[in-house]
């Protein structure tokens, strides 16, 4: 048979888009193919679990809309699929002047981004939360917490309800595109579709160069590493804590999330990787290294931010210096307390002239969408990303 779409990659955002997909036209026949046993085994099932509101983002830009919309979305998915969520508001901490200016800025974007936020004092701070100390803080009341593996299994059944397949264990080892379809195949198998989304992830670059697409950039992997607090500290803060972000690097910066199951996590830094799936410390994968390391853009983005990359690698081999990083907001934090935890690992993009790239972005033929770079927030925003693929494949934009 001649599907209408195919979507590979069974993570939030190809679940979305086949969502919106089927949402947008009842009854098209659509099939999603999985590498993994299950959904979101990866970037998707490795996250904070933040719905963030989208206060750092760029008034006017895509980013800062799909985040606002999404996480709406998010909430009200969640909402009326019985899955659990919780609106528990996030702090902004600033622990001296430097960051005060830079929260005071954050304030005209959230204005613009029309995100409510509500400045503390030092002493406000202490009240709300007894365990954190800065000169300052921004409270985002919108700011939630979830389980997006739970919100993927809700969108797999959806899907499925709606007649689609969901095939896993797939690993797509060939695409080929022709005039009137686009093939796919995985070991011995193959499907036709007419047209072909991929949400690839931390494989996307390599899934579109498989397609005959050229590319200008390279998937290079910046892992995510957490600590768990023992449970006899699930009650040290009430909202999630975040230090003010550095507006020259693309990562948040080291918080403490509280996550569903009610303990707390304390992460992630941003650290190069040196396999794209090895989740254990250490990992390492030959073929993924010898393919960045031969990359132009990586020498360049490593040697731009070479201070702040080896300041992320001494902190993530040597504890110490990572608590000394929390201990800035939460002082009360010991060495024991950091227990391990299960690393994520960024899909990052980065360009050839060594930009990272911050933004979403698309490779598209006559049959084919390649989504080469969705970067946090994208589990947040993947209802509308997904509804903006849905609208850019099937040849109309959302309304
Ligand atoms: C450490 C960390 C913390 C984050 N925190 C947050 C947060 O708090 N809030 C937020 O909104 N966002 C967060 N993000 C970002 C968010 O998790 C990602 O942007 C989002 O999950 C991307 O989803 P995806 O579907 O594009 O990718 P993925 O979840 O990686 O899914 C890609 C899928 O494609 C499959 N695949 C790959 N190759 C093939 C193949 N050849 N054949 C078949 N299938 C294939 C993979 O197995 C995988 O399941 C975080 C990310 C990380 C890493």
Redesign the pocket.
């Known amino acids: 048979m001649v599907y209408d779409y195919c979507v590979?990659?069974?993570?939030?955002?190809?679940?979305a888009t086949a969502m919106k997909l089927l949402e947008m036209q009842p009854g098209a026949r659509l099939v999603v193919?999985?590498?993994?046993a299950g959904?979101?085994?990866?970037?998707?099932?490795?996250?904070?679990?933040?719905?963030?509101a989208g206060i750092y983002y760029t008034p006017g830009s895509l980013k800062a809309d799909l985040c606002r919309r999404g996480s709406k979305a998010t909430k009200e998915f969640c909402w009326n699929h019985r899955i659990p969520f919780e609106t528990c508001g996030k702090l902004l901490v600033a622990t001296n002047e430097l960051e005060l200016q830079r929260m005071n800025d954050l304030v005209e974007r959230a204005k613009l981004n029309q995100i409510e936020v509500e400045r503390l004092d030092a002493a406000d701070l202490r009240q709300r939360e007894p365990n954190i100390i800065g000169v300052g803080a921004l409270f985002v009341p919108e700011t939630g917490i979830v389980d997006?593996k739970r919100v993927c299994e809700g969108m797999a059944g959806v899907v499925r309800k709606a007649g689609a397949t969901i095939e896993l264990g797939?690993?797509?080892?060939a695409i080929s595109e022709s005039d009137s379809a686009v093939k796919i195949s995985?070991g011995g198998r193959e499907w036709q579709a007419t047209k072909l989304i991929v949400?690839?992830?931390?494989?996307?670059d390599?899934?579109a160069r498989m397609a005959g697409l050229k590319t200008d950039h390279q998937i290079v992997p910046f892992r995510?590493e957490?600590y768990l607090l023992p449970s006899s500290k699930n009650d040290i803060v009430r909202h999630l804590i975040y230090p003010i972000p550095d507006p020259d690097l693309p990562f948040l910066g080291v918080h403490l999330?509280r996550m569903m199951d009610g303990s707390v996590t304390v992460?992630?830094n941003a650290v190069l990787g040196f396999a794209r799936e090895g989740y254990p410390k250490f990992s390492f994968n030959l073929h993924d290294v010898a393919e960045y390391s031969t990359f132009p853009g990586f020498w360049k983005t490593m040697l731009r931010n070479i201070q702040h990359g080896l300041k992320e690698m001494k902190n993530s081999i040597f504890k110490a210096g990572y608590l000394e990083a929390c201990r800035k907001y939460c002082p009360s934090l010991e060495i024991g307390d950091l227990l391990p935890y299960e690393?994520?690992?960024?899909?990052q993009a980065v360009m050839k002239d060594g930009t990272l790239v911050h933004d979403f972005l698309f490779l598209e033929t006559a049959r084919m969408l390649h989504?080469c770079n969705?970067?946090?927030?994208?589990?947040?925003?993947?209802i509308p990303i997904g509804e903006m693929i849905a609208g850019k494949i099937a040849g109309r934009e959302p309304s």
């Open positions: 590979v990659g069974g993570g939030i955002v190809g679940l193919l999985e590498k993994e959904l979101s085994r990866h970037q998707t099932g490795h996250n904070s679990g933040v719905i963030h997006f797939v690993t797509v080892t995985a949400c690839a992830g931390l494989q996307s390599r899934l995510g957490y999330t992460g992630p690393a994520g690992i960024r899909a989504v969705a970067p946090s927030p994208a589990a947040t925003s993947a």
